[in-house]
């Protein structure tokens, strides 16, 4: 599985991104995705992740709590795309964000539980 992250970019503290996620290669399987971040110095952390059911648009989804609210997860199965809408940033979301994808098992939201890993998209918030 190949994962490409895009989306990300330069915007003031209150704005809006959104990530995208393709995934491509061998999916078929493929339990859910999910979007680590990590920011200078601290250590890679689990921001969302969603359920991936093929011929169903909804799934469960999971947040960490600095992010509910502010943060939604969404797929869209035809693309093999994950997205992660953004609002209300503020400077402490500045990191780099990292897609993963899980093969096997319920949603988590441990690193060490995601097989594939996308090469990151810098989001950098300004005060």
């Known amino acids: 599985v190949q994962l490409q992250a895009s989306g990300g970019g330069l915007v003031q503290a209150g704005g809006s991104l959104r990530l995208s996620c393709a995934a491509s290669?061998?999916?078929?399987?493929?339990?859910?995705m999910g979007w680590f971040r990590q920011a200078p110095g601290k250590e890679r952390e689990f921001v969302a992740a969603?359920?991936?059911?093929?011929?169903?648009?909804?799934?469960?989804?999971r947040y960490v709590d600095s992010v509910k609210g502010r943060f939604s997860i969404s797929r869209d199965n035809a693309k093999n795309t994950v997205y992660l809408q953004m609002n209300s940033l503020k400077p402490e979301d500045t990191a780099v964000y990292y897609c993963?994808?899980?093969?096997?098992?319920?949603?988590?939201?441990?690193?060490?539980?995601?097989?594939?890993w996308g090469q990151g998209t810098l989001v950098t918030v300004s005060s």
């Open positions: 993963a994808a899980k093969m096997r098992g319920p949603l988590g939201s441990r690193y060490d539980e995601y097989d594939y």
């Open positions: 290669g061998r999916t078929f399987g493929m339990d859910s």
């Open positions: 969603i359920t991936w059911e093929p011929g169903w648009s909804g799934g469960t989804r």
